[in-house]
């Protein structure tokens, strides 16, 4: 019997694709809360909770750095060795069927660290976009910067 894959081990899984990162000089934006809950379609409280549960049992670390597009230094969540071993288990399991992945996860294409579509961090805090269109969010598209959101 398959059983769906919890967003617990969702934000593993996730963040296995960015285990290869060797302290760039900008993070992917795909490593802070906002893109891990925008890539797993969750809401960005419940993959908070989520991520406090994976650091307080040594499976994520959190570290302050810049991030792609961003000015300031954020939140980058990174695997930890522990992480990283369960996120492979859960890997295989995947592979092998024993898990499902929701359909809105699974129709995203995983991408490299390089060439993946993020919006720039601060679009995300201009005004307008919080309650506005965010059609462009939802497909992987950004806003350009200096666009305004009506």
């Known amino acids: 019997m398959k059983t769906s894959l919890p967003v617990r081990d969702r934000v593993l899984v996730h963040l296995l694709h960015y285990i290869d990162l060797e302290e760039p000089?900008?993070?992917?934006?795909?490593?802070?809360?906002?893109g891990i809950a925008f890539h797993l379609d969750s809401p960005r409280g419940y993959v908070q909770q989520q991520l406090a549960v994976l650091i307080e049992n040594g499976s994520v670390k959190c570290i302050q750095?810049?991030?792609?597009?961003g000015r300031k230094l954020m939140k980058v969540y990174l695997l930890t060795p522990r992480g990283?071993?369960?996120?492979?288990r859960l890997k295989e399991a995947i592979l092998s069927g024993i898990f499902t992945i929701p359909e809105n996860e699974d129709s995203q294409p995983t991408q490299s660290a390089e060439n993946s579509p993020a919006p720039a961090v601060t679009d995300w805090r201009q005004p307008g976009i919080?309650?506005?269109?965010?059609?462009?969010?939802?497909?992987?598209?950004?806003?350009?910067?200096?666009?305004?959101m009506e």
């Open 130 to 148: 919080e309650g506005g269109d965010v059609t462009n969010l939802k497909n992987g598209n950004g806003p350009a910067p200096g666009d305004v």
């Open 25 to 34: 000089a900008a993070f992917p934006w795909q490593t802070t809360q906002d």
């Open 84 to 88: 990283i071993k369960e996120a492979t």
């Open 65 to 69: 750095r810049r991030v792609d597009g």
